[in-house]
Every structure is written in structure tokens, then in C-alpha cells.
């Protein structure tokens, strides 16, 4: 099973600022992966598929980059609404895998 | 609009099974596999498996197989996910999810439903 890591934990960013979220994979998934917003109490929402590509209504400030096992996301002006939790997951080989998570907070 | 809309939370006993319902509506139900996720309390998202609305080819993660079942049902746009021999660690917010258009991530998912097992 592919272990998907994420990094930071939780990532403390003001308002306005950028934001920027690593996950690495045990080992390559190519460009499957895909990142998703939670918040509290709420299904997990798509971002970003195929590494880069944003979902359908999924503002521009959302962008993906990587392939292989380095993969990032990057906010690039925090709103007040972006404050969630993050996961990425893959889906290169079976079972799916999911990252544990960053925790995107106030500063 | 796509929706997917779940069943309501349940409380079981140790040993007992859960069933739970998923059903589909604003697209064509038999186009898209469901795939079925959980998330327990404080641990990450877990990918369960999923199942192909058209066809009815499932499959399941091996920490899963042999105690999870999913099936759907064409006529009532609906899947269901059931789990036995329920224990503590069961315990989590399952959701069912439609496969993205263009690989197996999940565009759009189900409310989740909370299942809860105590004795």
C-alpha cells in the first residue's frame, strides 16, 4: 500500500498570504493524485485532480504542482473560508491512499 | 445538480452489521462507479471501495475484504455499503462518493453517516 505523507502537520498563515501544502507518496503515483478541503462536520471537497487541474468551481488562488512522489499545494492569497483541513490522495494503484491531513489555520 | 444523499446515523452492538444507503440523482446513476470511504475519529480517510453502478463489479481494499459489502440498486439509483462483525474501531463517518469523470478521485461526495459502535 502506497503511504501518502503530508507536511506540514498544521500550517499557521495570516489572511492575504500564501499558503503552502507538501505531500509525498512512498513511491511514485505519477500525476493521480488529488487534493481535497474538509471542513468541520462537512464532506471532503475535490480541488485538484490529475496533480494540477482544478475541480469545476474551484477558485484560481487553488493551484497543484509535482509528479511521481512530491506533490504540493498552493493558496495563494488566503480567504477567511480557506481555514480547513487538507488531504491528499492518490489513486495510481489500489487501495486509494490518503495523506493524514494539514490542519490550515489562523494566524 | 449532482447529489448524493445517505442514510441516517446508526448505533450498533458489537458483532451486529450496518447497512447504509447512498442515493444518486442529477446525473445518470449507471455512468459512474460509487466508491465508498470512512473516517474515524481522529485517523485518516480510508479508501473502502467502490463499486461499478453499471456493471455491478465491486471492489474492496484488503483490510476490508471479506467484511464489507457493496451493491447497488439500478432502478432506485441507490448504493448501499454494508459492514459485519461491527467492533469498536468501526466506529466513524462513513461516505459515498462519485468517481471524478477522469480517474478515480472522488468529485462529488455524500453527506456521510455516522455509525457508532458500543455495547
Known amino acids: 500500500e502506497i503511504v501518502m505523507t503530508q507536511s506540514p502537520a498544521t500550517l499557521s498563515v495570516s489572511p492575504g498570504e500564501r499558503a503552502t501544502l507538501s505531500c509525498r507518496a512512498s513511491?511514485?503515483?505519477?500525476?493521480?493524485l488529488a487534493w481535497y478541503q474538509q471542513k468541520r462536520g462537512q464532506a471532503p471537497r475535490l480541488l485538484i485532480y490529475?496533480?494540477?487541474t482544478r475541480a469545476t468551481g474551484i477558485p484560481a488562488r487553488f493551484s497543484g504542482s509535482g509528479s511521481g512522489t512530491e506533490f504540493t499545494l498552493t493558496i495563494s492569497s488566503l480567504q477567511s473560508e480557506d481555514f480547513a483541513v487538507y488531504y491528499c490522495?492518490?489513486?495510481?494503484?489500489?487501495?486509494?491512499?490518503f495523506g493524514q491531513g494539514t490542519k490550515l489555520e489562523i494566524k | 445538480q449532482v447529489q448524493l444523499v445517505q442514510s441516517g446515523a446508526e448505533v450498533k452492538k458489537p458483532g451486529a452489521s450496518v447497512k447504509v444507503s447512498c442515493k444518486a440523482s442529477?446525473?445518470?446513476?449507471?455512468?459512474?462507479?460509487i466508491h465508498w470511504v470512512r473516517q474515524a475519529p481522529g485517523q485518516r480517510l480510508e479508501w473502502m471501495g467502490w463499486?461499478?453502478?453499471?456493471?455491478?463489479?465491486?471492489k474492496y481494499s484488503p483490510k476490508f475484504q471479506g467484511r464489507v459489502t457493496i451493491t447497488r440498486d439500478t432502478s432506485a439509483s441507490t448504493a448501499y455499503m454494508e459492514v459485519s462483525s461491527l467492533r469498536s474501531e468501526d466506529t466513524a463517518v462513513y461516505h459515498c462518493?462519485?468517481?471524478?469523470?477522469?480517474?478515480?478521485?472522488?468529485?462529488?461526495w455524500g453527506q456521510g453517516t455516522l455509525v457508532t459502535v458500543s455495547s
Open positions: 462518493a462519485r468517481e471524478g469523470r477522469y480517474g478515480e478521485y472522488a468529485d462529488y
Open positions: 442529477g446525473y445518470t446513476f449507471t455512468s459512474y462507479t
Open positions: 463499486i461499478n453502478a453499471g456493471d455491478g463489479d465491486a
Open positions: 513511491q511514485s503515483v505519477r500525476s493521480n
Open positions: 490529475g496533480a494540477s
Open positions: 490522495q492518490q489513486y495510481n494503484d489500489w487501495p486509494y491512499t
